[in-house]
């Protein structure tokens, strides 16, 4: 038995248990939509709300967003938490916390939009992303990327890719 324990750790280390260049560029772009996402909610025009759902509060008129996606506020703070560091994560969690709130379970916004970007949360979105961001280079736990031929780096962590820069900016 340990014979077999010991030929299988050897295959291991002699193989590597890494994931493949596939595998990291479907990591890449799940972690890219989830960045452009967390850009879009908080310092784009935000999420699509429903008009007639409208709530006051402290003079404050806050509009049930209309998202099946990013449907409650942990959602999107895990979202942002996940593929955004340092400085810009917390910017962007400062922005989330005025935009957005649960009231009796249902994520609200103040509906104040913001600036607009290249794409919409929608179902075209990975598409698009994968149209007009190229990866350059995969080499360890590093992807190199351009987009708007400015070029990124991205890390990964655990599951996901880490973004140290903010890649989309409003127009």
Request: charged letters at 30%; proline letters at 1%; hydrophobic letters at 30%.
């Amino acid at each position: 038995m340990k014979k077999i324990i010991i030929v299988i750790l050897s295959l291991v280390l002699l193989t590597g248990c890494g994931t493949t260049d596939e595998e990291k560029t479907t990591m890449f772009y799940d972690s890219l939509e989830k960045a452009y996402a967390s850009i879009y909610i908080t310092e784009g025009v935000g999420l699509p709300v429903y008009e007639d759902s409208k709530v006051t509060l402290k003079d404050v008129n806050w509009y049930k967003t209309a998202n099946s996606t990013y449907n409650s506020y942990e959602k999107i703070e895990d979202t942002i938490n996940s593929v955004f560091t340092g400085k810009l994560n917390e910017e962007l969690n400062k922005v989330l916390a005025r935009k957005y709130r649960e009231i009796d379970a249902e994520l609200y916004t103040t509906g104040t939009g913001g600036c607009i970007l290249d794409y919409q949360i929608d179902d075209t979105l990975m598409d698009n992303l994968k149209k007009d961001v190229t990866i350059s280079k995969i080499k360890g736990k590093k992807i190199t990327f351009k987009y708007k031929d400015k070029e990124y780096t991205a890390k990964k962590s655990d599951n996901v890719y880490v973004f140290g820069d903010k890649v989309f900016e409003c127009n």
